[in-house]
Nanobody, 115 residues
Framework: QVQLVESGGGLVQPGGSLIVSCVAS????????MGWFRQAPGKQREWVAG???????NYADSVKGRFTISRDNTKNTVYLQMNNLRPEDTAVYYC?????????WGQGTQVTVSS
């Protein structure tokens, strides 16, 4: 059973930046593709960005050019750098394996973009 712990969320003004992190307990972290997902109030969880075990990245159109996903396999950690944040980016952000998420999800980290 893997444990995923997200952190780094907070309140930020439109146009601001934030970086969120996720630490995975799985010792074989480095072989997995990982992704960031988000869920806004009243909406379904959506995929935001992914990074393969080899470091290839992909992004949802809504965040392309503003968000950057990265990973540090020595720390079992995946990051999401978010720039030029918009109110519509407000959501709880989660990380998980990508594709094929693990059944268990972390608690997520709340990101609120508001003036």
């Amino acid at each position: 059973q893997v444990q995923l712990v997200e952190s780094g969320g907070g309140l930020v003004q439109p146009g601001g930046s934030l970086i969120v992190s996720c630490v995975a307990s799985r010792t074989m972290f480095r072989i997995y593709g990982m992704g960031w997902f988000r869920q806004a109030p009243g909406k379904q969880r959506e995929w935001v960005a992914g990074i393969t075990s080899g470091g290839t990245t992909n992004y949802a159109d809504s965040v392309k050019g503003r968000f950057t996903i990265s990973r540090d396999n020595t720390k079992n950690t995946v990051y999401l750098q978010m720039n030029n944040l918009r109110p519509e980016d407000t959501a709880v952000y989660y990380c998980n394996r990508d594709p094929t998420p693990f059944d268990s999800w972390g608690q997520g980290t709340q990101v609120t973009v508001s003036s």
